[in-house]
């Protein structure tokens, strides 16, 4: 049983920072896909953030230069580093995984709330 849980969620104030955190059940490796997704309040589910077992790391446009995913996979854990936070990045945070030993199933976390306000 696959599971992706999501920690690190918070309320910061614009231009601050955050680092989230997803723990998967299973070496990061085994999946052919890992990323990050968000949904803010009456808005569809968006990428953020996705990387291949190759290490081919993309993300949208409204982050490059400001997140950064990376993963560690002594700890079975992949992160999103979030600096220079905006009120428009204020969402609903979801780790995804894809691909568990090529069975071509998605999996999600729960999600983690991120707020960003003064």
């Known amino acids: 049983q696959v599971q992706l849980v999501e920690s690190g969620g918070g309320l910061v104030q614009p231009g601050g920072s955050l680092r989230l955190s997803c723990a998967a059940s299973?070496?990061?490796?085994?999946?052919?896909?890992m990323g990050w997704y968000r949904q803010a309040p009456g808005k569809e589910r968006e990428l953020v953030a996705r990387t291949t077992r190759g290490g081919s790391t993309m993300y949208a446009d409204a982050v490059k230069g400001r997140f950064t995913y990376s993963g560690d996979n002594a700890k079975n854990t992949v992160y999103l580093q979030m600096n220079g936070l905006k009120p428009e990045d204020t969402a609903v945070y979801f780790c995804q995984a894809a691909g568990y030993y090529n069975n071509g199933l998605v999996y999600w976390g729960q999600g983690t709330q991120v707020t960003v306000s003064s």
């Open positions: 299973d070496n990061i490796f085994s999946f052919n896909v």
